[in-house]
């Protein structure tokens, strides 16, 4: 199982970047997937994450900025990050967390490293 991330790119403070991370290999069930980032000498912690029901949860220092969303099979999952500003500036993980087979219960979590981008101040 692999999470494949992509997007970022150059970007002006108060613009905008999409990422996006699909989830390929072999695996029974597919549930949370959702996004963190990780600036240098701090904490992963959590941006946005989407579960297998449809409930989202954001960070409070993203929410109403942020959106994220998943498509119908449920494999990829993107963020839309808008007014981007410097504070946003991190390496951005995507995760998810899958069940291999149907002989067990075992969810196994899995990570996915996502573009490095600066939003320049």
């Known amino acids: 199982v692999q999470l494949q991330a992509s997007g970022g790119g150059s970007v002006q403070s108060g613009g905008a970047l999409k990422l996006s991370c699909t989830v390929s290999?072999?695996?029974?069930?597919?549930?949370?997937m959702g996004w963190f980032r990780q600036g240098s000498g701090n904490k992963r912690e959590l941006v946005a994450s989407?579960?297998?029901?449809?409930?989202?949860l954001y960070a409070d220092s993203v929410r109403g900025r942020f959106t994220i969303s998943r498509d119908r099979d449920e494999k990829t999952v993107y963020l839309q990050m808008n007014s981007l500003t410097p504070d946003d500036t991190d390496v951005y993980y995507c995760?998810?967390?899958?069940?291999?087979?149907?002989?067990?219960?075992?969810?196994?979590?899995?990570w996915g490293q996502g573009p490095n981008f600066t939003v320049p101040s």
């Open positions: 290999g072999s695996f029974f069930e597919l549930n949370d």
């Open positions: 989407f579960s297998s029901k449809g409930r989202t």
């Open positions: 995760n998810a967390f899958l069940r291999l087979s149907e002989d067990t219960i075992r969810w196994n979590e899995y």
